[in-house]
């Protein structure tokens, strides 16, 4: 059973448009979201993350937006570089310290 | 500050032959430790966790097993491999709430 979906499975965007990623769950007990990153050949690492308190999350050009009644959040990222060019993975966490994956999304930003 | 490390960087190895992949975590004690696989271009799979030592858990086994013989180490293993093992076998610790990973092994069975 796929708990947190992500959407689109890949994203092409021109550098200086805003990218957004998207990605809901289906367990409400879920009260932990991070967002890795993860470039070619390298291991994820976190980039962003939210808790259920806040609807909202900022760190520079990255932004995440939570909608707890929809169980869906998004991760906004302005002004695009082709640094951020990357595979974007959403997960949710329980008390159990257990993280359920998306399945990612893969963005290219075009120089 | 907590460090990761894992090994071996990278094996090529053949079918049916055994494998043995580490990981050592320092800077941290009694950390939860995970195993997780990811194929080319795939999402994270988690196979096994550990709490404390000696006792692990498993999510998804994929004819591996794994254990934690002392709080720092956490390894990852089979005595026979399968051409479906290639990947990218990943560690990792949890630190308030966030999973931390390793730089990871990459795997080819041929």
């Known amino acids: 059973q796929q708990q947190v979906r992500q959407s689109p499975q890949s994203l092409t965007v021109w550098e200086g448009e805003t990218a957004i990623l998207n990605c809901s769950y289906e367990?409400?007990?879920?009260?932990?979201f991070p967002w890795y990153w993860q470039f070619p050949r390298e291991s994820p690492a976190l980039l962003i993350a939210i808790r259920p308190v806040s609807n909202k999350k900022e760190d520079g050009r990255f932004t995440i937006f939570f909608n707890k009644r929809e169980k869906k959040l998004s991760l906004h990222i302005t002004d695009s570089q082709p640094g951020d060019s990357a595979t974007y993975f959403c997960?949710?966490?329980?008390?159990?310290?257990?993280?359920?994956w998306g399945s990612g999304t893969k963005l290219i930003i075009k120089p | 500050a907590q460090t990761i490390h894992q090994w071996p960087v990278a094996e090529i190895k053949a079918v049916g032959s055994p494998l043995s992949l580490g990981c050592t975590i320092k800077g941290k004690s009694s950390p939860n430790l995970y195993w997780y696989w990811q194929a080319t271009g795939g999402t994270l799979q988690q196979l096994f966790y550990s709490i404390t030592v000696g006792q692990v858990e498993s999510v998804v086994q994929l004819n591996l097993s794994a254990s934690r013989p002392k709080d720092d180490q956490f390894i990852l293993s089979t005595e026979k491999l399968l051409l479906s093992h290639s990947g990218f076998y990943l560690c990792a610790w949890t630190g308030q709430d966030t999973q931390y990973f390793g730089p990871g092994t990459r795997l080819l069975v041929l």
């Open positions: 997960a949710a966490s329980d008390s159990n310290y257990q993280l359920i």
């Open positions: 367990d409400s007990t879920f009260d932990y």
